[in-house]
Every structure is written in C-alpha cells, then in structure tokens.
C-alpha cells in the first residue's frame, strides 16, 4: 500500500506557535522490562543504553488497559478507553480516516475525566504540522478530533524511504507482543490462555527487529519515545518506558506526576510529545513531561532488573493487600472481643496481657509501612518475609512503648505509638513516600490514584498518630498547670498538620486539609475549657473554607500545581460540582467494602459497648482514664471529627475512619486498662488470703 499523505487539517481555531522538533512514538503494546535483554533484543537495549529509561504506569479507566485505550490516552493526553468493546487492537483506518472514531470521542468526553480525544492531532495540525501513523493503533494515537491522520501504512515494512521525516509528529503500533495472546486464545471460562516462554520470546524479538528497522530512516535529532502502552490480556503490569534524543542520556526517566525516579505515567507520554514539539500543553492533558534524573546503571540487564522490580512490587502488593486487610479485620474484631471479655473479669493478669495486645495492634499500621524498609517483595517467598517483617517491628514498638519506666503511665505508651506513627509518614511523605508506595496501607503505580504525598489511607493513620501525640503532650501541660501552654500545643499542631499535608513538597493532599481543620478546631476548644456551641462551629468551618481555598489558590499559580491547585482551576472553569459529586459517588462506593466497614463497626460498637458502658463492677472504663488523663476525652472527640469529616470529603470514604479507629482504639483500650490503677487491676485474694469474718467461730 503506497503511502497517502494529505495537507494538514485546517482548523477553525488560531494557529499557535510552529511546530519546533520531531518526534517518533513507538508503542508496544504489552512490553515488559524482563523482556529485554542486551542479545534478544538488541535494539531496545541500545536505546535503553543511550537514553533515559522508567517502567511505566499504563492505568487508563478500567482494571486494566487494551492497547485502544493506550493509544486513546496518548491522543487526549487524559485516561480514555474504547468501552462496551471488546480488548482487541485498534481498527485499520479507512484511507486516512480512523472507523468509529467520532463514537469514540463521544464516549470519552462524558466518562468521568472527560477526555478530549484528538486533542494531540488537533494542537499538531494548529500549529501547522502534520501526524504520520504506521499502524492501526498509531492512528489512533495520532488522529485529530475529526480522527484524521495525514499520511498512513499499514506496518512497518511499508514505510517509503522518506516516510519518517515528513511530518514532526510520527507514531508506530507494533502490536506483535499483544498478538502473541490473541493467539493463544482464552479457555472454556473465557481466561486468557497462557503464553509459553518461547513465544513470547519471539514475539518480542520480532517487536525488536521492527522497531530496528523504524530507526534506520531517522533524522538527525529526533526524539524517540518507547511506550509499552497497554497489558497484554492479563492482569494489570508496569511497562517500558524509554526516551532517546536530544536531552535524554543514561539517566532514569521522571515526571513531576510522579516525583519517583524511573516511575512515570501513560499520560505523561502526551505532555513530553508536546513539549519536544516545541507547543503548549493545553488544559485538558494532565500529565507532565519525561526527564532525565538519577544517573541509570550501566549494564541494561541490571537496569531492566531494577525497573522490572517496581512491576515486582506491585504485583506482590496485589497479591497480598487483601489477605492483609482480612488479617488486619480479624486482628481488630479478637482484639476488641478479647478486650470485652478481659474488662468483664476482675483479673489483672488479663488486663495485662490485653494492654500489651492492644498496643501491638495499634504498633501493626505503622510497622506495615517500615516494612518497606526490606525489600520483601524480591524474595522467593515475600508474604513470609513481609509478615515476619511486620511482627518483628511490631515486637519492638510494643516493647519500646512498654518497657521505658513510661510503662505506668496512662498515656506515653499511647503516645510513643502515635508519635512514632506521624513521625515515620511524616518523614516518608517529605523523602518521596516510598514507605508508602507499595505498601499494604499505602498505594500502588498499578492503581495510579498518588504516587507522593499522603494517600488516604496512610493519611488517616498519620494524623490520628498526630492527634493521639499532641494530646499527650497538652495533658502534661495541663497536668502542671500551664493550660494556655497546652492550647498553644493543639494550635501549633493543627498548624503543623496543615503545612505538612497541604504542602506541595509533602503531603500535598487536598481532602486531608479541609478534615484537619474542625478536627484541631474542635481539638483546640475543648483543650482550653471552651464550650463547642454551634455559632463557634460555624465560624470555625467559615474559616476553614477560607483557609483550604486560599491555599488551593496559592497552588494553583504554581508552574506544575498538585490537585489541591487543580481543584481551583476547576472552580473558575465550573467543573467543581462535578468533582465533587464524583468523590461523593467513591465514598458511598466503600461501603461495599465488608472488611473496612466491619473494622469501623467493630471499633464504634466496642467504644459504646465495652469503654463506655457502665459494667456491674465499676464505672465505665474510659471516663475513669478521663478523670485521671482529662486530655483522653478532647484526644478522641478530635479523631472522631477528623476522621468523620475525612470520610464524607473524600472518596476513600469509609476506609479513613476504619484506619484510624485502628490506632485510636486500642490505645484507648490501653489507657483505659492503665487507668483502672491497681486496686481495680490485681487479682482478687484466695480463699486463704481473705480476712477472717468477725463472726466466724474461733478453731
């Protein structure tokens, strides 16, 4: 088939600046970094060697990405996907015209990123250029809005002699990995059948041998861009990502989507095209553009063994996150069970080995997150190593909250165990959160929600550690009578809490901001004796909503702004209430979750039940940690507000109260135990201890 090339689009909107470079995108659709190796592949290894390489986050809208929606996304600059069809490749274009495409682009705009495919053709072609695609997924990729290229063959073998230097923009589908599992077919059940080693293997060579021959007819300075863009029919994997040119040499690949060094993102493809060609990313693309930093290893079989690890990481993570959440359950419910039964009997060895149980349980979330510190997930047998990891760490915080002559106190274990827990995310959160990402508790590049700053979840575990700190330190206060010492510490607090998560170099989260405020507000009142009457409250939430929106202002004027200044720009351009709404949509969505919502039940029926139920034999417990610790009661009301309006703001929902009931409860289960004192505490005399009644017959 000869090459059709046609003048470029002409568009109704102003031109912008001339188109500046060029560049060639490869996409390979299914490409892993333990596919290539320096003699099976040989020209990805040069290009691997002589440019900036990263394993990449293909995340597009569904659990996981077909090449359509890969090459959807590389088009929009935005997550996109061919819905209701099946994951197959992309259709031939017609001459120079791409079939279904205006459907497409209809469907994308209404999903929930709106998604503006065409967008890349579309500011190519206004800026006087024009789109080259060898392959039916590449026209995909490079069709404007009216799903138009201007010059397209049908693979690479067809390409003219001069095919690859008349356009700036060129994009090429090798489609033979994803072919490898087409062909193999799916079973009786409709599951992928698998791919044997050799074929793979050879598809991948092939892939190799293709992408040789596109880079014999390159231009000088051209910028190639390796993109395995899509899963291959099976679970969801991190892919390859290489950049080769003029400002890329033997470094990792970043964005600032990411702030990881050899992590970036499918979207980003998008902003680096733009870029390299020199026009202004519009409003609509959300990524941010490769660079080169950190200086790479030399060897390309180690390089591909250290980026494949992140793809390792992840798929133990997926592996494993749900067993851990069920152990995490059945810890939370025995630990509350056995919590009932100890304070129902009058026995002090009972309560004793509750003590210890309940500030180990309260130790887990923290010690998941050092966990990380080992490389768990590149052992043979990485659930063992994890969990003996975990129970290792949570050995030591336990016994270092317990065995210091703290160890009577009714609330310095707790806040051992909280203070090492805000200050360990904290730490992490201004690092690069690495703790975090892979993390049981913490987030995955598979998902793609946050890859820096402070999940949802690991948020919810920092700030109750925070709470439970500055509450202990505002009780010393107040028990040496220097209560405005002791507001002062909430107020700092509150003020530190909010620097941190809302910062752009740290936390950077938007939802965490707005529960942190009424949480310390609330914290803060009834530290300094105050009444919370509702006129108070709302002057306290009018101030909030001014605070979260000037700081979602001020991030907003940034160069590359985190979501927190994403969310103004959405209020000036009316798309806040979609947000919004949106999130409300996720929180309701957790509710589903059975084991995160049985933990917050468990944790609000023990609370009521067990800490604040009056028994046959003495007061409720907890008002008796109350009398002897008065910060206790503002300490927990602050975790119930924070964690409360955490839910309803954002679209974790659920998951942050359950997590953060995880470290309050059982500390408070702790302190209470602690506060019985011994005359509750000790074990009740034997019959051959007690006094003999005055009545009682003389022998």
Same mark, same amino acid.
């Given at each position: 088939?000869?090459?059709?090339? *046609?003048?470029?689009?002409?568009?109704?909107?102003?031109?912008?600046?001339?188109?500046?470079?060029?560049?060639?995108? +490869?996409?390979?659709?299914?490409?892993?970094?333990?596919?290539? =190796?320096?003699? $099976?592949?040989?020209?990805?290894?040069?290009?691997?060697?002589?440019?900036?390489?990263?394993?990449?986050?293909?995340?597009?809208?569904?659990?996981?990405?077909? !090449?359509?929606?890969?090459?959807?996304?590389?088009?929009?600059?935005?997550?996109?996907?061919?819905?209701?069809?099946?994951?197959?490749?992309?259709?031939?274009?017609?001459?120079?015209?791409?079939?279904?495409?205006?459907?497409?682009?209809?469907?994308?705009? =209404?999903?929930?990123?709106?998604?503006?495919?065409?967008?890349?053709?579309?500011?190519? =072609?206004?800026?006087?250029?024009?789109?080259? &695609?060898?392959?039916?997924?590449?026209?995909?990729?490079?069709?404007?809005?009216?799903?138009?290229?201007?010059?397209?063959?049908?693979?690479?073998?067809?390409?003219?002699?001069?095919?690859?230097?008349?356009?700036?923009?060129?994009?090429?589908?090798?489609?033979?990995?994803?072919?490898?599992?087409?062909?193999?077919?799916?079973?009786?059940?409709?599951?992928?059948?698998?791919?044997?080693?050799?074929? @793979?293997?050879?598809?991948?060579?092939?892939?190799?041998?293709?992408?040789?021959?596109?880079?014999?007819?390159?231009?000088?300075?051209? /910028?190639?861009?390796?993109?395995?863009?899509?899963?291959?029919?099976?679970?969801?994997?991190?892919?390859?990502?290489?950049?080769?040119?003029?400002?890329?040499?033997?470094?990792?690949l970043t964005a600032d989507s990411t702030r990881?060094?050899?992590?970036?993102?499918?979207?980003?493809?998008?902003?680096?095209?733009?870029?390299?060609?020199?026009?202004?990313?519009?409003?609509?693309?959300?990524?941010?553009?490769?660079?080169?930093?950190?200086?790479?290893?030399?060897?390309?079989?180690?390089?591909?063994?250290?980026?494949?690890? =992140?793809?390792?990481?992840?798929?133990?993570?997926?592996?494993?996150?749900?067993?851990?959440?069920?152990?995490?359950?059945?810890?939370?419910?025995?630990?509350?069970?056995?919590?009932t039964f100890a304070l129902s009997r009058k026995?002090?060895?009972?309560? /004793?080995?509750?003590?210890?149980?309940?500030?180990?349980?309260? &130790?887990?979330?923290?010690?998941?997150?050092?966990?990380?510190?080992?490389? #768990?997930?590149? &052992?043979?047998?990485? $659930?063992?190593?994890?969990?003996?990891?975990?129970?290792?760490?949570?050995?030591?915080?336990?016994?270092?909250?317990?065995?210091?002559?703290?160890?009577?106190? %009714?609330?310095?274990?707790?806040?051992?165990?909280?203070?090492?827990?805000?200050?360990?995310?904290?730490?992490?959160?201004?690092?690069?959160?690495?703790?975090?990402?892979?993390?049981?508790?913490?987030?995955?590049?598979?998902?793609?929600?946050?890859?820096?700053?402070?999940?949802?979840?690991?948020?919810?575990? #920092?700030?109750?550690?925070?709470?439970?700190?500055?509450? &202990?330190?505002?009780? #010393?206060?107040?028990?040496?009578? @220097?209560?405005?010492?002791?507001?002062?510490?909430?107020?700092?607090?509150?003020?530190?809490?909010?620097? +941190?998560?809302?910062?752009?170099?740290?936390?950077?989260?938007?939802?965490? +901001?707005?529960?942190?405020?009424?949480?310390?507000?609330?914290?803060?009142?009834?530290?300094?004796?105050?009444?919370?009457?509702?006129?108070?409250?709302?002057?306290?939430?009018?101030?909030?909503?001014?605070?979260?929106?000037?700081?979602?202002?001020?991030?907003?004027?940034?160069?590359?702004?985190?979501?927190?200044?994403?969310?103004?720009?959405?209020?000036?351009?009316?798309?806040?209430?979609?947000? %919004?709404?949106?999130?409300?949509?996720?929180?309701?969505?957790?509710?589903?979750?059975?084991?995160?919502?049985?933990? $917050?039940?468990?944790?609000?029926?023990?609370?009521?039940?067990?800490?604040?139920?009056? *028994?046959? #034999?003495?007061?409720?417990?907890?008002?008796?940690?109350?009398?002897?610790?008065?910060?206790? @009661?503002?300490?927990?009301?602050?975790?119930?507000?924070?964690?409360?309006?955490?839910?309803?703001?954002?679209?974790?929902?659920?998951?942050?109260?359950?997590?953060?009931?995880?470290?309050?409860?059982?500390?408070?289960?702790?302190?209470?135990?602690?506060?019985?004192?011994?005359?509750?505490?000790?074990?009740?005399?034997?019959?051959?201890?007690? !006094?003999?009644?005055?009545?009682? !017959?003389?022998?």
């Open positions: 088939m000869a090459l059709v090339l *046609l003048p470029a689009m002409a568009s109704a909107a102003p031109a912008s600046a001339p188109v500046s470079g060029h560049v060639v995108v +490869i996409g390979v659709p299914g490409l892993l970094w333990s596919d290539i =190796h320096d003699t $099976a592949t040989p020209n990805l290894a040069r290009l691997a060697a002589q440019g900036s390489s990263a394993a990449l986050s293909i995340k597009t809208v569904g659990p996981h990405t077909c !090449p359509i929606d890969g090459w959807l996304t590389i088009s929009a600059g935005q997550r996109s996907q061919l819905r209701n069809g099946s994951c197959g490749l992309a259709p031939a274009p017609d001459g120079n015209a791409v079939p279904g495409f205006a459907a497409m682009r209809d469907d994308n705009a =209404h999903n929930k990123y709106k998604s503006d495919v065409g967008l890349l053709g579309d500011a190519v =072609h206004h800026a006087g250029g024009c789109t080259m &695609a060898i392959g039916p997924g590449a026209a995909l990729g490079a069709a404007d809005s009216a799903g138009r290229v201007d010059g397209y063959v049908p693979s690479t073998e067809q390409i003219p002699a001069d095919g690859l230097s008349r356009c700036p923009l060129t994009m090429i589908d090798i489609d033979d990995v994803f072919h490898a599992f087409i062909d193999a077919g799916v079973d009786v059940n409709g599951h992928q059948v698998p791919v044997t080693v050799k074929k @793979r293997a050879a598809a991948v060579k092939s892939a190799d041998t293709q992408i040789g021959q596109a880079l014999t007819g390159l231009p000088p300075n051209t /910028t190639v861009l390796i993109a395995g863009l899509s899963d291959a029919n099976v679970s969801a994997h991190l892919r390859v990502a290489i950049a080769s040119g003029p400002g890329y040499s033997a470094h990792y990881t060094g050899g992590l970036v993102t499918l979207t980003d493809a998008t902003a680096t095209i733009l870029h390299t060609l020199g026009l202004k990313q519009p409003s609509d693309a959300v990524g941010s553009r490769w660079r080169a930093d950190g200086a790479q290893p030399a060897s390309v079989t180690t390089l591909a063994k250290r980026l494949n690890d =992140h793809d390792v990481a992840a798929q133990s993570y997926s592996r494993l996150n749900v067993p851990f959440y069920l152990v995490l359950v059945i810890v939370q419910v025995a630990l509350y069970a056995f919590g026995r002090g060895r009972i309560l /004793t080995v509750t003590r210890v149980a309940a500030v180990a349980g309260a &130790a887990l979330p923290v010690a998941s997150f050092l966990a990380n510190l080992v490389p #768990w997930w590149s &052992a043979d047998h990485p $659930a063992v190593i994890l969990v003996a990891a975990i129970v290792v760490l949570v050995g030591v915080i336990t016994a270092a909250a317990l065995a210091g002559p703290w160890r009577r106190s %009714i609330i310095v274990p707790g806040a051992i165990v909280g203070g090492l827990t805000a200050l360990v995310l904290t730490l992490d959160a201004l690092t690069g959160s690495h703790l975090q990402t892979c993390s049981m508790l913490g987030y995955t590049p598979l998902v793609a929600g946050r890859f820096y700053g402070f999940g949802n979840i690991p948020w919810a575990v #920092w700030v109750t550690g925070l709470i439970i700190t500055t509450g &202990a330190v505002a009780g #010393w206060f107040q028990s040496s009578g @220097r209560g405005r010492l002791a507001t002062a510490t909430v107020i700092g607090a509150g003020i530190l809490a909010l620097v +941190i998560d809302g910062a752009p170099f740290a936390g950077a989260d938007f939802g965490g +901001i707005i529960a942190i405020f009424p949480g310390f507000a609330v914290f803060a009142l009834m530290i300094a004796g105050r009444r919370v009457r509702l006129s108070r409250l709302l002057l306290v939430l009018a101030a909030g909503v001014v605070v979260v929106l000037g700081m979602s202002f001020l991030d907003s004027l940034r160069a590359d702004p985190t979501h927190i200044g994403e969310f103004w720009k959405s209020l000036t351009n009316g798309d806040g209430g979609t947000i %919004i709404f949106r999130k409300f949509r996720g929180m309701i969505g957790t509710f589903h979750n059975w084991e995160l919502s049985l933990i $917050a039940i468990a944790a609000v029926v023990f609370l009521i039940f067990a800490l604040l139920r009056p *028994l046959t #034999w003495r007061a409720a417990v907890l008002h008796t940690a109350y009398e002897r610790a008065p910060a206790l @009661r503002p300490t927990l009301i602050a975790v119930l507000v924070t964690g409360g309006v955490g839910m309803l703001v954002n679209d974790s929902g659920v998951a942050i109260p359950a997590l953060a009931f995880t470290l309050a409860i059982p500390l408070a289960l702790a302190a209470s135990i602690q506060a019985l004192g011994p005359e509750e505490t000790s074990e009740p005399p034997s019959p051959s201890e007690r !006094p003999e009644s005055a009545s009682a !017959p003389k022998a």
